[in-house]
């Protein structure tokens, strides 16, 4: 799944698209999370790409007249093309057609979002989100606020979307393991020190990936261009079973709401 680092990057990516005219709109399938609206042609349509932002998960492209907001789901990738007469694949659901390029949009599993809004504030996608991590809000002091009387494991708390956007499952854990907090423990039960090393910790890892995906953006712009995942250097996540890189200690897989956990129960309290 794509995750803030790599939404970030394409965002970098596409920025050359920034002060191009939108000339088509190609849609093979509609059929995304949401069905892709038969007025976002017209909605589009010879406007000037303003500026490329992210907000969580979503890539704003913003137009003119209003806002592309575009969430790659769970398999979504796209890829920019300078080779208009690229051909087609499988899964290939739409285009979004420039003067001499071509961002496309595949996505096996269809859990993608491309919708048209005219004014962001009105976007039920984009409501009751919480801080960036990377902006000066995501602070130790706010982060206490929001857990400090929540029985719920400390790990849901992090990857709930309203408390602070984007921190997925690989960045949960591994956040967790570098301030050497266990996953399980309850939101209550976390100490002021102990934000203020989370909220390092969050930054850091989320920081880290973002300048290793930068390193691939080179590869983007001139090849066919599947970006959007990149190999981290995990410490703990989807390491059950292995040593621990600093004590030894086998870490553990535990079963927390949807996710999987991975942690070291000697490392992390
Ligand atoms: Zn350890």
Do not use: W
Not at 147 to 156: D, E, F, L
Request: aromatic share 6%; glycine share 6%.
């Amino acid at each position: 799944m794509p995750e803030l680092p790599e939404i970030e990057t394409i965002k970098r990516g596409i920025n050359c698209l920034v002060g191009n005219k939108i000339n088509n709109l190609i849609v093979r399938n509609d059929s995304l999370r949401y069905k892709i609206s038969p007025t976002l042609k017209n909605d589009i349509i010879d406007k000037i790409i303003i500026s490329i932002e992210r907000r969580a998960k979503y890539l704003l492209l913003e137009l003119t007249n209003g806002f592309i907001i575009i969430h790659l789901g769970m398999s979504g990738r796209l890829t920019l093309l300078n080779d208009k007469t690229t051909p087609v694949k499988k899964h290939d659901h739409f285009d979004i057609v420039f003067n001499n390029q071509i961002l496309r949009y595949n996505d096996p599993r269809r859990f993608g979002v491309v919708i048209y809004t005219d004014i962001l504030s009105n976007s039920p996608l984009l409501k009751n989100l919480g801080p960036e991590p990377l902006e000066k809000n995501f602070t130790p002091t706010y982060l206490m606020a929001k857990i400090q009387n929540k029985k719920s494991a400390i790990k849901k708390l992090i990857m709930d979307n309203q408390i602070v956007v984007g921190v997925g499952n690989i960045y949960a854990c591994e956040s967790l393991f570098h301030a050497k907090i266990s996953p399980l423990r309850g939101g209550n039960s976390i100490t002021a020190n102990e934000a203020k090393l989370l909220v390092q910790s969050i930054r850091n890892i989320l920081k880290n990936a973002i300048e290793l995906g930068g390193s691939t953006l080179r590869d983007y712009q001139t090849a066919d261009g599947s970006l959007g995942y990149f190999q981290n250097v995990h410490k703990v996540y989807a390491k059950s079973g292995k040593a621990c890189d600093e004590c030894g200690t086998i870490i553990l897989e535990k079963r927390l709401g949807q996710r999987n956990s991975f942690y070291c129960p000697n490392c992390q309290l």
